[in-house]
């Protein structure tokens, strides 16, 4: 997919300057030229992207200027799938209603509108008593980023917490406020991870508030009514390698603080009924030992979820409230090899927990009384489950959601006593959907040491299986993130263009299994490479489609997937959408500085400490391994306050490529200089995001560019 011949008037990229800069690690010179995008002023910029450097500013400005004159031919083509897009979307439409207490609450959208409205309404009424207590419209007035992150209302239901962002940084602003009329109380909390959690009278919050590297490192308690001054802190982690978080037992009676990285765990508990006693530790941490905890209030035990005892795909263990240290954890659901427990949720009567087999989900129903079990299953070769808990402890109703690459969502209630199921709601399509007129696949690619890659595939029905057809193949595989087989109505615009939609489930994630993760991470992390271009190759041979005729895309730690493809097997693409990308892995890794660096080693080794792991990343990370060869056309996408994956990685990425690469094909860095780690925040203006990646699939090689 080779671009036109440069002319006069074909846009000219931005050069950007070299000031070399070089440090010495384990007896490795590291030079870099492009290091000087990194504002040294980074932290203030992610809360405020006004303060980045004029120079920087200057440079990010000049690219976004090129892309947009690149892409001004497919204008018409954006606004074409934009339209297709927006047509697919039911503007005005509600989510099910959750019961908690005398209330249903639920979320509503209104046509035209870019923000959901959070609503309630006296409990199985269907009359016009609604409540809407946050409008997400009003709020975001003024912004062109704005992001509610928590909406949790007081368990007496008088009072609201919630929190936003305004720069897509994730530093949250933290407000309450009264139900009835929305008067505001105490202080605005800044700088917080988003997430509260109320005691069980209402009287105090928890919450999480971030350091000056922007990683949640305490757990605070409010009083209401006081200064956020006064706050408490309740937990403080003193190991910048592990996250900390908030959640609540589905009981209720407990509040959850979470502390781990990728391979290990911690949990304290806060009796919700004594918030101010002193955190109960659950397991203190043990490397490798990852474990989560719900609770079962009938017997007044812990339900934990564990690889304790080599169960690398998890069992299920109980342990006593007042008793719950690790040597008196007791079998409760043994430990099955394949079988990969992925959650595990109590309610009065029944223990639910969501699996995975076979690459596929299921939902298992245990009756606590007696012990007996039954599944949810479905009969599509591939398709996506998820489950909600809802709010209440004491109820036989669960709800679920499931889809298929042709089958848009459907929501179900389902008694877990007498086993019905309610079908709840139907995701509308309303400028039509056939499911016939597709088909959903589930093919094996054979990796490069013989296992089995599980891809997922939608066409046409009338779509020719005989190498023409061109392929989008979305790749992730890290963190045991696995990417399910659902429905998406944006994929169509492409499918209906004849495009194959397919994603590659490589290693690192976890659809196989924890030993797919396990097999794709820090010194295995090539199997995640490998199994994308073996995916790409087996596409090619089974005749889906033909070399040069698949667009590759990823985004995050997906990205930097797209660069390592991109300089390992560039003949076989022929186009890439790189978003977010994480391809600066050797510099990031090196800066323990960085808000993620820490809590990622795990999950790429320490460079800093380990010679073998610095070599390792060394020898794959997409910025070092830009070569002088040809690549395909590209796109890459980020966002000037994402504090993931920081911008400057991008930036420098697309300096090297445009110094060393030998073809004419176009590279574009398109930077949304108002968001972060999530481009934008208004449900329309992320389609215009989409819009763009699809026309640059579409159209790429109608494109001019340089290099």
Same mark, same amino acid.
């Given at each position: 997919m080779k671009t036109k011949n440069m002319t006069n008037t074909t846009p000219q990229p931005p050069k950007t300057p070299q000031k070399t800069q070089t440090t010495t690690v384990h007896g490795?010179?590291?030079?870099?030229?492009?290091? &000087?995008?990194?504002? !040294?002023?980074?932290?203030?910029?992610?809360?405020?992207?006004?303060?980045?450097?004029?120079?920087i500013r200057s440079h990010l400005e000049a690219e976004n200027a090129y892309s947009d004159a690149i892409m001004e031919p497919t204008e018409a083509l954006q606004a074409d799938l934009y339209e297709e897009m927006k047509a697919r979307i039911k503007e005005?439409?509600?989510?099910?209603?959750?019961?908690?207490?005398?209330?249903?609450?639920?979320?509503?959208?209104? @046509?035209?509108?870019?923000?959901? =409205?959070?609503?309630?309404?006296?409990?199985?009424?269907?009359?016009?008593? +609604?409540?809407?207590? #946050?409008?997400?419209?009003?709020?975001?007035?003024?912004?062109?980023?704005?992001?509610?992150?928590?909406?949790?209302?007081?368990?007496?239901?008088?009072? =609201?917490? &919630?929190?936003y962002d305004t720069k897509g940084s994730g530093y949250c602003t933290l407000l309450i406020e009264e139900f009835d009329g929305g008067k505001r109380l105490d202080t605005a909390i800044e700088n917080t991870g988003g997430g509260v959690c109320w005691s069980a009278d209402a009287k105090f919050l928890f919450y999480g508030k971030y350091d000056d590297n922007k990683r949640i490192r305490w757990i605070y308690r409010h009083a209401l009514g006081t200064s956020p001054d006064q706050d408490v802190i309740v937990y403080e982690e003193l190991d910048s390698g592990f996250f900390l978080g908030l959640d609540e037992t589905q009981s209720g009676r407990f509040i959850l603080i979470h502390a781990g990285d990728h391979q290990t765990s911690e949990k304290w508990l806060i009796d919700a009924k004594a918030p101010e006693q002193e955190p109960l530790l659950i397991a203190k941490r043990e490397e490798g030992h990852e474990y989560s905890v719900d609770h079962d209030e009938s017997n007044d035990r812990l339900i934990i #979820?564990?690889?304790?005892?080599?169960? @690398?795909?998890?069992?299920?263990?109980?342990? =006593?409230?007042?008793?719950?240290?690790?040597?008196? &954890?007791?079998?409760?659901?043994? *430990?099955?090899?394949?079988?990969?427990?992925?959650?595990? %949720?109590?309610?009065? !009567?029944?223990?639910?927990?969501?699996?995975?087999?076979?690459?596929?989900?299921? /939902?298992?129903?245990?009756?606590?009384?007696?012990?007996?079990?039954?599944?949810?299953?479905?009969?599509?070769e591939a398709y996506s489950l998820g489950m909600s808990a809802g709010y209440e402890y004491d109820t036989d109703m669960i709800r679920f959601t499931y889809s298929s690459p042709t089958?848009?969502?459907?929501?179900?209630?389902?008694?877990?006593?007498?086993?019905?199921?309610?079908?709840?709601?139907?995701?509308?399509?309303?400028?039509?959907?056939?499911?016939?007129?597709?088909?959903?696949?589930? /093919?094996?690619?054979?990796?490069?040491?013989?296992?089995? /890659?599980?891809? %997922?595939? =939608?066409?046409?029905?009338?779509?020719?299986?005989?190498?023409?057809?061109?392929?989008?193949?979305?790749? *992730? !595989?890290?963190?045991?993130?696995?990417?399910?087989a659902g429905f998406s109505t944006n994929r169509l615009s492409l499918v209906d263009r004849g495009f194959i939609y397919?994603?590659?489930?490589?290693?690192?994630? @976890?659809?196989?299994?924890?030993?797919?993760?396990?097999?794709?991470?820090?010194? $295995?992390?090539?199997?995640?490479?490998?199994?994308? /271009?073996?995916?790409?190759?087996?596409?090619?041979?089974?005749?889906?489609t033909s070399k040069g005729q698949i667009i590759a895309q990823g985004g995050s730690a997906g990205g930097m997937l797209m660069g390592v493809v991109a300089n390992w097997a560039p003949e076989l693409f022929g186009g890439i959408v790189a978003e977010v990308p994480f391809v600066d892995v050797l510099n990031t890794m090196l800066d323990d500085t960085l808000p993620l660096t820490p809590p990622e080693w795990n999950e790429w080794g320490n460079p800093i400490t380990d010679k073998q792991a610095f070599d390792y990343i060394a020898s794959y990370s997409p910025y070092e391994n830009v070569s002088a060869q040809d690549y395909p056309p590209m796109l890459v996408r980020s966002g000037i306050s994402d504090s993931a994956v920081t911008y400057w990685e991008p930036a420098k990425w697309v300096a090297r490529l445009r110094e060393l690469? $030998?073809?004419?094909?176009? #590279?574009?860095?398109?930077?949304?200089? +108002?968001?972060?780690?999530?481009?934008?925040?208004?449900?329309?203006?992320y389609l215009k995001e989409v819009a763009l990646v699809m026309a640059f699939a579409l159209e790429v090689k109608n494109l001019q560019g340089t290099m």
């Open positions: 490795h010179i590291l030079s870099d030229d492009y290091g &000087w995008l990194r504002d !040294g002023n980074w932290q203030d910029v992610l809360k405020d992207p006004s303060v980045l450097a004029p120079d005005d439409d509600s989510s099910v209603p959750s019961a908690d207490g005398p209330y249903d609450y639920y979320t509503r959208v209104i @046509e035209g509108e870019q923000y959901p =409205l959070f609503c309630r309404k006296p409990r199985d009424n269907d009359n016009d008593n +609604e409540q809407i207590y #946050l409008d997400g419209n009003k709020q975001a007035k003024g912004h062109v980023y704005h992001q509610i992150h928590a909406v949790s209302h007081s368990p007496d239901h008088k009072l =609201l917490a &919630w929190s #979820l564990t690889n304790c005892d080599k169960a @690398e795909d998890f069992k299920i263990m109980s342990a =006593l409230v007042n008793t719950p240290g690790r040597d008196n &954890w007791r079998d409760l659901v043994p *430990y099955q090899q394949g079988r990969l427990v992925l959650d595990v %949720t109590v309610f009065k !009567g029944h223990m639910v927990r969501l699996e995975r087999e076979n690459a596929l989900p299921r /939902i298992i129903i245990t009756a606590l009384d007696d012990g007996s079990e039954h599944a949810i299953e479905f009969d599509e089958t848009p969502s459907k929501v179900f209630d389902y008694n877990m006593a007498s086993r019905e199921r309610t079908l709840r709601k139907t995701q509308e399509v309303p400028s039509g959907h056939t499911p016939e007129d597709y088909v959903a696949r589930r /093919i094996m690619a054979t990796a490069h040491d013989g296992e089995q /890659i599980p891809i %997922t595939l =939608l066409y046409g029905k009338d779509t020719k299986l005989d190498g023409s057809a061109p392929v989008l193949l979305y790749g *992730y !595989g890290s963190y045991g993130i696995s990417i399910p397919a994603v590659a489930h490589i290693r690192g994630g @976890e659809e196989k299994g924890r030993n797919w993760y396990l097999s794709g991470k820090t010194t $295995t992390k090539k199997n995640t490479f490998k199994d994308f /271009i073996s995916s790409a190759e087996h596409l090619i041979a089974q005749k889906f690469k $030998t073809d004419d094909n176009i #590279l574009m860095l398109n930077l949304n200089m +108002e968001a972060g780690h999530g481009g934008a925040s208004g449900r329309f203006d």
